[in-house]
């Protein structure tokens, strides 16, 4: 049946035409016959609705692309004469769109996902032009960037590829455990994938952590230090850093970095403190010693993610520069093998020269423009793509770019992404979280394509397309009836006296963190955690009111502490939401967090990292199991439905809220201490 026929002007690249089918929306494919090269693909750019001259009346209309045809050599080809006002347009099958677009499976494909409304269309892009010819993940916070990322991650280990994966926010260590989410279930049937663990990706920790990075720290020479080093050195100092290290090649066979920040002291002149300065930060972070094998780091199938979690941002950037220029020196001699670098949050380690140069940028440039003569491919991840050096992203030859708004960055994609125009402009503005446009060598043209489910467990604070859910306040909650699983006489058994058991009610609140319950009848909070090993206990965590009487500050900093699961005192600069706030009142309100026990404060060596970690809660569900009204005589919920979810709205990081039906034991201890147990 057609859909359409082209109406007004129309050339070999693009035309409008009046819309017959009325299911037919942007993004979709239709097929026009072309006189002489027969059927071509075309690729619906827009919708919109406009008056009919004649008649007055509404009439659709869609703008329409050219794809293209395959020619008798198989090659993709536009169309040199202008399409004929009037020819008629169908829907194109999807038979049709998988030959022009060429989805047929590449050789060791990586499979990215499905193509944006056609779910037997799978997209698998070229392994080899994604990791012999640069590869830029480019959108805003919170768009599905780093869970795109982790995708591809898996997919590379699949095939073997050598990984290093520069991890500033500790998100790819979860590589390691299977994605046991149930909201992903269906959507791993839909694409064909199911849980994995891969345990072959290996976490190299910088600030802590039992697997520690380290890296060569003896007989650097002036120039090697001056390179770590967070800003650039006048004369002066340089010539402080030269002498300092010309004498201790003198005296000793072998010297440390903590040598050369004694020596550097020694020292005559003023110009010695600020080099000392810098250097005792490099000390202190206590990574440059004995170095860590670059052989172990680098192997086939492996991927080595260097975890840079807790490090200030100017001893992350030290760590990478070191880090990338041993690595690249090893492969030019062949010392390691033909490997793929992943770095993310790139306008950290590259950004453009008009924010400044960092320990980092000149190796990441060189291995933008070099690294492929060598076998070393890159994949530059980031949020702020106005921020990362406009050579570095020119040098990816294929982009995958997620839903994005800042009109300097997508100034900045359009200008690394050959085939961009307007309506690309509007399409990336209005993408939804997980869906991404495939540009470039590794994809025949630009794609959106739905990104899979991950196999393995998400680690980061972004969301794929099948992760996403409504507002709380637009949520239809779901009835939960759990089934009892615990006898009372297995809790007597645990030493406790059972005074009753109750059906009682909660609000569910899920969490990435875990699970909150909120008493619907009594109004207060609970959270989960073991009790005597084998029971469940609804352990009192904060009356509700509490929560709600949070002052601007600790709700926002609260929230941000949910979001990212931990937060480090220096990483509050960085935090897009506080950086409007004093830094003293930032700390006031975490302070504030953590005496009235919503948050917990760690010292970790010089710095604090807050959190707010719980565990999920598990039960067994009553099926068809039907809501049921509060008996005569039952107290009246203290919170409804409206109340619970005006709560937990401002909180980013409750993901969904459900009523429980959940038997209960109201039990007490030996010592008379009185205990909720959970039956379920």
């Not at 570095?392 to 900045?412: E, F, G, Y």
């Not at 026990?597 to 068809?624: C, D, M, P």
Request: glycine share 6%.
């Amino acid at each position: 049946m057609a859909v359409g026929e082209i109406i007004g002007r129309a050339d070999s690249f693009e035309f409008k035409m009046r819309v017959l089918d009325p299911y037919l929306k942007r993004g979709d494919y239709v097929i026009s016959e072309h006189d002489p090269e027969g059927l071509v693909l075309c690729a619906v750019k827009n919708v919109f609705k406009e008056k009919n001259k004649g008649s007055k009346e509404l009439e659709t209309i869609a703008e329409v692309r050219v794809v293209g045809y395959r020619d008798s050599a198989g090659v993709k080809r536009i169309p040199k004469n202008a399409f004929k006002p009037g020819a008629v347009l169908w829907k194109a099958d999807s038979k049709f769109i998988k030959r022009v677009l060429a989805l047929s499976k590449p050789e060791n494909g990586l499979y990215l996902g499905l193509l944006d409304g056609y779910p037997d269309l799978p997209i698998e892009l070229d392994l080899h032009k994604i990791t012999t010819k640069h590869l830029a993940v480019l959108a805003q916070s919170g768009s599905g960037k780093s869970y795109t990322v982790a995708v591809l991650l898996e997919e590379l280990l699949e095939r073997k590829v050598p990984l290093v994966v520069i991890d500033p926010h500790g998100e790819y260590a979860s590589l390691r455990e299977p994605n046991d989410e149930p909201r992903d279930s269906r959507a791993m049937q839909k694409f064909g994938v199911s849980p994995k663990t891969y345990s072959n990706a290996v976490e190299y920790s910088v600030a802590f952590g039992e697997n520690k990075l380290f890296l060569n720290g003896f007989n650097l020479k002036s120039q090697e230090i001056a390179a770590l080093l967070p800003s650039k050195l006048n004369s002066s100092q340089v010539g402080v850093l030269y002498e300092a290290i010309k004498s201790l090649k003198k005296r000793l066979s072998s010297y440390s970095l903590d040598d050369v920040v004694r020596e550097v002291e020694a020292q005559e002149g003023s110009a010695k403190w600020a080099i000392a300065s810098a250097l005792q930060e490099l000390v202190d972070a206590d990574v440059f010693g004995a170095p860590t094998p670059l052989n172990e780091l680098v192997k086939e199938g492996q991927a080595s993610v260097i975890n840079l979690k807790g490090a200030s941002l100017e001893t992350q950037q030290s760590v990478v520069a070191r880090l990338l220029t041993d690595l690249f020196q090893a492969r030019k001699f062949s010392r390691i093998p033909p490997f793929f670098l992943v770095i993310e949050e790139a306008h950290n380690f590259a950004p453009e020269r008009s924010f400044g140069e960092v320990a980092s940028s000149r190796v990441v440039r060189t291995l933008a423009s070099e690294g492929r003569k060598f076998g070393l491919g890159l994949c530059i991840v980031s949020q702020r793509p106005a921020r990362v050096d406009k050579n570095v992203l020119s040098q990816c030859n294929t982009q995958v770019v997620l839903k994005m708004t800042n009109p300097n960055d997508i100034r900045a994609v359009s200008a690394s992404m050959e085939s961009f125009d307007e309506t690309l402009d509007s399409e990336i503005r209005g993408l939804a979280v997980g869906t991404a446009i495939v540009s470039g060598e590794g994809a025949d043209g630009s794609l959106c394509v739905e990104v899979r489910p991950r196999r393995s467990r998400h680690g980061g604070k972004a969301q794929a397309s099948q992760e996403l859910h409504e507002p709380l306040l637009k949520q239809k909650p779901r009835f939960i009836k759990a089934k009892q699983s615990l006898s009372k006489q297995a809790v007597e058994a645990a030493g406790l006296t059972v005074h009753s058991m109750l059906e009682h009610r909660f609000w569910l609140a899920e969490t990435r963190q875990g699970s909150l319950l909120l008493d619907a009848k009594y109004g207060k909070i609970y959270c989960p955690s073991k009790f005597a090993e084998r029971l469940v206990a609804l352990k009192e965590f904060k009356h509700a009111s509490d929560l709600s009487s949070l002052d601007s500050v600790e709700a926002i900093v609260f929230n941000e502490v949910l979001k990212r699961r931990e937060l480090f005192d220096h990483e509050l600069p960085s935090c897009n939401s506080l950086v409007k706030f004093e830094r003293a009142t930032v700390a006031s309100a975490l302070e504030a967090l953590v005496n009235a026990g919503w948050v917990r404060k760690t010292r970790l060596g010089q710095i604090n990292s807050y959190s707010f970690e719980q565990t999920k809660l598990r039960f067994a569900e009553e099926k068809n199991a039907v809501a049921t009204e509060p008996a005569a005589g039952e107290p009246a919920m203290a919170f409804d439905e409206r109340a619970a979810k005006e709560l937990f709205e401002p909180f980013a990081a409750v993901e969904s809220i459900s009523l429980l039906e959940m038997p209960v034991f109201v039990a007490a201890t030996p010592d008379m201490e009185a205990v909720i147990i959970s039956g379920a």
